[in-house]
């Protein structure tokens, strides 16, 4: 018994009725990657709610941007590396706003043993001194790593700042895991090299 279900057009074929203004063929490419795209945004936002943001904006943006899709890779690589970017970028804001309240409110602790050991470890190296010189050291770390190679800067970025495993890097990125160690030893060795060239043990 044959079925009358039609059958659902390639990515390709979605994204060319898409472009024309089908915006069922466009829901055809929403339905079958928005489980994929959640899973990552959750697994780098740790935040169900921001998930959902993240995949939403990405499917915006896939939209608005079809007619410059070139197909060059797939429609999920794409997709992928969009949400990705978005996950990253909300992260990073959520770290930085983050990191200004938590170095104000040590500021302010009289108790160190009211801070947990890392503000006990903060008065063993000189308290607001010792904040400081570490405050300075990360910005050159960071400074460090924007002058990594796009590639490079990615991968280290995934692992050192937003804690994602060698597999986790390997399947945003499309490479494999021994690539990803590859960039990564070689990431670490230029930031190392950059910061003695600048005298920071």
């Known amino acids: 018994m044959t079925s009358n279900k039609p059958e659902e057009p390639s990515d390709h074929e979605a994204i060319e009725r898409a472009r024309g203004g089908d915006h069922a063929a466009f829901k055809v490419l929403v339905v079958r990657y928005q489980g994929r795209a959640m899973r990552l945004a959750q697994r780098v936002l740790k935040d169900d709610e921001k998930a959902r943001d993240a995949v ?5 943006k896939v939209y608005r941007s079809l007619d410059r899709f070139e197909g060059r890779s797939s429609f999920y690589t794409w997709l992928y590396r969009l ?8 992260r990073r804001r959520d770290r930085s706003d983050r990191e200004v309240e938590w170095t104000e409110e040590r500021a302010h602790l009289a108790d160190p043993a009211d801070a947990g050991p890392g503000a006990s470890l903060e008065a063993a190296d000189g308290g607001p001194a010792g904040a ?4 300075e050291i990360r910005e050159r770390v960071a400074a460090a790593i924007e002058q990594l190679p796009d590639i490079q800067r990615e991968t ?9 495993s060698y597999q986790e890097i390997a399947d945003a990125l499309e490479i494999s895991k021994g ?3 590859s960039r990564l030893h070689y990431a670490r060795k230029k930031v190392a090299t950059i ?7």
Not at 83 to 90: R, Y
Not at 156 to 164: A, N
């Open 56 to 60: 939403q904006e990405a499917f915006l």
């Open 156 to 164: 280290l970025i995934l692992r050192e700042v937003d804690g994602l």
């Open 132 to 135: 400081l010189e570490r405050a």
């Open 179 to 181: 690539t990803v160690m």
């Open 195 to 201: 910061l003695e060239l600048e005298g920071v043990a």
């Open 83 to 90: 949400v990705l970017n978005l996950c990253l970028d909300m």
